[in-house]
């Protein structure tokens, strides 16, 4: 198992990344702030939960950025990109959201890995049992420099399956794993191929088995990319079976 979840990490890791607000305080300090993680799915566009941009809402002066980590890079360090993103679409309905970073399609392909590559979307509804893992970054470190920011990131994979729909909103799926802060946004994929089928919203709390300990993290629920399908194909990104 091991070995098969980390041969599936390889083929998708280079395509997510740290989603990060900048801010500037009453003093003029800049605040920088990692809320989640994203994919990148083609033309420019990355798929992430759109709840990262709520707490508190995206004021005028805010920049939101993206980092990555190089393939050959050093440690969990990740690249924060000057290139601003926008986000630019939002499905209140699923809590989904569509950012873009002008020219990473440019840069798609390159030896250089000076952007990450783009991951296979489907917007069709995945059954009960499917085997799936999901990929973030959880409770990534900031470090400010005089350099910029330093952004120390903690990759997390999670291998799970649909157990069915979420109770609370049928419209997502309720998986057989947990989540963390730092995950929200991060793509599901499906094991066989690769394809991401959804994004991690959240996990849902349960009561622990023993009373003094409260709730716990239970299952992870996870929007399907159903809410973005016509946006994406828009866009011409195509999308997956």
């Not at 950012?99 to 390159?110: H, I, K, L």
Request: aromatic content about 8%; glycine content about 10%.
């Amino acid at each position: 198992m091991t070995a098969m979840l980390a041969q599936h990490v390889a083929a998708v890791r280079n395509s997510i990344v740290v989603v990060l607000r900048f801010a500037k305080g009453a003093s003029g300090e800049v605040r920088v702030s990692p809320v989640g993680t994203a994919c990148h799915v083609g033309q420019d566009t990355f798929v992430t939960a759109g709840h990262l941009f709520d707490s508190p809402p995206l004021s005028a002066d805010e920049v939101v950025r993206v980092g990555f980590v190089p393939s050959r890079g050093v440690g969990s360090i990740a690249v924060v990109l000057g290139t601003p993103a926008s986000v630019d679409y939002r499905s209140e309905r699923y809590d989904l959201a569509l950012m873009t970073v002008p020219g990473f399609g440019s840069a798609q392909g390159s030896s250089s890995r000076s952007a990450p590559p783009w991951a296979r979307v489907s917007g069709d509804t995945e059954p009960e049992g499917r085997s799936v893992f999901s990929y973030g970054f959880a409770t990534p470190k900031i470090q400010l420099t005089n350099g910029g920011p330093v952004v120390r990131v903690a990759a997390r994979a999670s291998p799970c399956f649909i157990r069915g729909r979420y109770e609370d909103d049928p419209a997502k799926y309720e998986l057989d794993g947990q989540a963390y802060p730092g995950e929200s946004g991060a793509p599901v994929f499906r094991a066989r191929d690769h394809v991401v089928v959804a994004i991690v919203q959240g996990s849902r709390l349960v009561d622990a088995p023993l009373q003094h300990f409260g709730q716990v993290r239970g299952p992870t629920i996870a929007a399907p990319l159903t809410g973005l399908a016509k946006e994406l194909a828009r866009r011409g990104i195509p999308m997956s079976a």
